[in-house]
T-cell receptor
Framework: GDSVTQMEGPVTLSEEAFLTINCTYTATGYPSLFWYVQYPGEGLQLLLKATKADDKGSNKGFEATYRKETTSFHLEKGSVQVSDSAVYFCALSGASGSRLTFGEGTQLTVNP | DGGITQSPKYLFRKEGQNVTLSCEQNLNHDAMYWYRQDPGQGLRLIYYSQIVNDFQKGDIAEGYSVSREKKESFPLTVTSAQKNPTAFYLC????????????FGPGTRLTVL
């Protein structure tokens, strides 16, 4: 079945550091890929998405490129801020389109 | 504004009582979902519904029940059969096709005393 593997956290960075959170997936066909962000005590918000190979999703300085050859969708940001501290979830929508498969989430803490 | 509402934000119940969590959406989405989140963990799918009057079990349906009588509403009942009900519960909805991009509510934190 479909699965998503994220790099283990927690990740702690200083403000203005470069961020990478790795995400790899296993799925049949051509899934759609998503990154969601969850701030403390809140629901998930869609951060970005990519629906076909080589697509780059981007939002609020975050980027991720759909790499079919490496089955990856790594999240990157060039300069993180304290306000980026949150839990980040990678997810995919498989061939059936009936549900999302989520990774375990990566806790990011950015210190001033 | 379109969105998903969950009420209440915090809910306390005594052990052995059933409790129903509310989820309403005005996005005109066909599909709705319930997830459970435990501290420091990912999301686990409880139930989902792709159309009114139809729903399917997710990965951890035991001890939970749902109904989908209206397109905009998908209430979740946590029954006394659920052995460890204390958790954060998230509702979501989507158009399902073509990409199944899901939109989430703010969540309900249930504590069973």
């Amino acid at each position: 079945g479909d699965s998503v593997t994220q790099m283990e956290g927690p990740v702690t960075l200083s403000e203005e550091a470069f961020l990478t959170i790795n995400c790899t997936y296993t799925a049949t066909g051509y899934p759609s890929l998503f990154w969601y962000v969850q701030y403390p005590g809140e629901g998930l918000q869609l951060l970005l998405k990519a629906t076909k190979a080589d697509d780059k999703g981007s939002n609020k300085g975050f980027e991720a490129t759909y790499r079919k050859e490496t089955t990856s969708f790594h999240l990157e940001k060039g300069s993180v801020q304290v306000s980026d501290s949150a839990v980040y979830f990678c997810a995919l929508s498989g061939a059936s389109g009936s549900r999302l498969t989520f990774g375990e989430g990566t806790q990011l803490t950015v210190n001033p | 504004d379109g969105g998903i509402t969950q009420s209440p934000k915090y809910l306390f119940r005594k052990e052995g009582q059933n409790v129903t969590l509310s989820c309403e959406q005005n996005l005109n989405h066909d599909a709705m979902y319930w997830y459970r989140q435990d501290p420091g963990q990912g999301l686990r799918l409880i139930y989902y519904s792709q159309i009114v009057n139809d729903f399917q079990k997710g990965d951890i349906a035991e001890g939970y029940s749902v109904s989908r009588e209206k397109k905009e509403s998908f209430p979740l009942t946590v029954t006394s059969a659920q052995k460890n009900p204390t958790a954060f519960y998230l509702c979501a909805s989507s158009d399902r096709v073509p990409y199944n991009e899901q939109f989430f509510g703010p969540g309900t934190r249930l504590t069973v005393l």
